[in-house]
C-alpha cells in the first residue's frame, strides 16, 4: 500500500530516511511530498491508504478525495489542523504522537527567553533567569520538559492543569496553581502549552496578561490562536513593562513589532519541533504507528474516537 508524507515543513533528511526504512519494511511505497501545497497533497493522497502530516491541513476535501485512506498521523502533538469529524465520517483513524518533539519545543522556550533578555545579543546589558518565577500554563509533555529546563536555570516553578494532580507536580518539584488568575499574577514568566480548542482560543486576553507582574513576559510555543491579539496590542500598549515572544507569529506581528520593536520577538516559521531529533522520533513514531494500524488496527493514540 502506498503512504503519504506530505510535509509543508519538510523533516531533516536523517528522520526521512528512517521513515522510508519503517514503510518499506512494513511491506508499504513512500510516497514524498515536502514543500508542497494542499492542492499537491489532493493529488497525491488519492491512492494511499496512509498519510503522516506535520501542521499541514487535513480537511474534508483532502478525506475525499482519497477513498482508499484509513489512517492519518500528525507527526506531533497538537491536531487542531485534522478535521476530526471529517475523518470519522469517512472511517479514517486519526492518531498524534504525544511527546515524541516535547524536549525541542521545550528548549526552544529558554531560546527564546535568553535572546529577549539578552538584547538580542546587541552588546547592551540584559536580565538572567536565575531565581525568576516561571508559571507553566498546561502541564502537558511539553510543559513537563519546561519544568525541568527550568530547575536547572534556578527558576522557581509553578503550573496550572485541572487534569494534573497536585501531587504528580510536587513531584517534580513544581507547585500546583488552580486558578489562570492565580498563574499570570505570581509568575514574571509564563509559558503557553495550552492546545487551540473551541475552549482555549483568544482565551489569553486582556484580563489575564495584565495581570503579569512588573517586568512580565509571556511566551507562546503553543498556538497562536489562544492569544486575543487585539487584548495583546492593548496590554503592550498600556504597560511598557510587559513582552511577548512567540514561536507562533500573530497575525498582527508586523503591527506589533512596528509598534513595539525589541518588545516583541517571533521567529519566521514555527520552530519550535524543527530538530533532527525530534523530527527523528516524531516521524519515525507516525511512521509505525500508520503501518501497525494498517497491520491489525493500532490505534493506541486515535484521537477522533
Ligand atoms: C506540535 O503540535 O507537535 C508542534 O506544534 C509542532 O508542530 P510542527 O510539526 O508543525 O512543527
Keep these: ?37 494542499k492542492a499537491d497533497m489532493i493529488a497525491a493522497v488519492k491512492d494511499c491508504a496512509g498519510l503522516i502530516v506535520r501542521s499541514d491541513k487535513v480537511d474534508e476535501e ?23 469529524a471529517a475523518a470519522t465520517a469517512h472511517g479514517v483513524c486519526v492518531m498524534n504522537t504525544p511527546g515524541q518533539n516535547s524536549n525541542a519545543v521545550a528548549e526552544l522556550v529558554f531560546g527564546m ?27 502537558g509533555q511539553v510543559g513537563r520538559n519546561v519544568a525541568r529546563i527550568a530547575h536547572g536555570f534556578g527558576m522557581t516553578v509553578s ?21 489562570v488568575e492565580e498563574l499570570y499574577s505570581q509568575n514574571q514568566f509564563v509559558s503557553l502549552h495550552i492546545p487551540a480548542t473551541d475552549q482555549t482560543r483568544r482565551s489569553v486576553n486582556r484580563a489575564l496578561i495584565e495581570r503579569l507582574p512588573k517586568n512580565g513576559v ?47 520577538f517571533f521567529t519566521p516559521k514555527k520552530m519550535g519541533a524543527q530538530t533532527a531529533e525530534a523530527n527523528i522520533n516524531a516521524g519515525l ?21
Design 1 to 37: 500500500m502506498k503512504i503519504l508524507v506530505a510535509t509543508e515543513k519538510p523533516f531533516a533528511p536523517v528522520a526521512v530516511e528512517g521513515i522510508k526504512k519503517v514503510i518499506e519494511e512494513g511491506g508499504h511505497e513512500l510516497v514524498l511530498v515536502e514543500k508542497g501545497t
Design 62 to 84: 483532502v478525506f475525499a478525495a482519497a477513498p482508499q485512506l484509513k489512517v492519518v498521523v500528525r507527526a506531533g502533538a497538537g491536531y487542531d489542523n485534522i478535521d476530526l
Design 113 to 139: 527567553l535568553v535572546t529577549l533578555l539578552r538584547n538580542r545579543y546587541n552588546g547592551t546589558s540584559g536580565t538572567e533567569l536565575l531565581g525568576k518565577t516561571l508559571g507553566i500554563h498546561a502541564f
Design 159 to 179: 503550573a496550572l492543569d485541572p487534569w494534573v494532580k497536585d501531587e504528580d507536580m510536587l513531584a517534580e518539584n513544581v507547585q500546583p496553581v488552580h486558578s
Design 218 to 264: 509571556l511566551v507562546n510555543t503553543a498556538r497562536k490562536e489562544v492569544i486575543d491579539e487585539e487584548s495583546l496590542m492593548d496590554v503592550l500598549e498600556a504597560r511598557p513593562d510587559i513582552r511577548y515572544v512567540a514561536d507562533v507569529k500573530p497575525d498582527n506581528a508586523d503591527a506589533l513589532v512596528e509598534k513595539f520593536g525589541d518588545r516583541v
Design 285 to 305: 513514531a507516525a511512521a509505525r504507528q500508520v503501518v501497525a494500524n494498517l497491520k491489525d488496527g493500532f490505534n493506541r493514540f486515535q484521537v477522533n474516537r
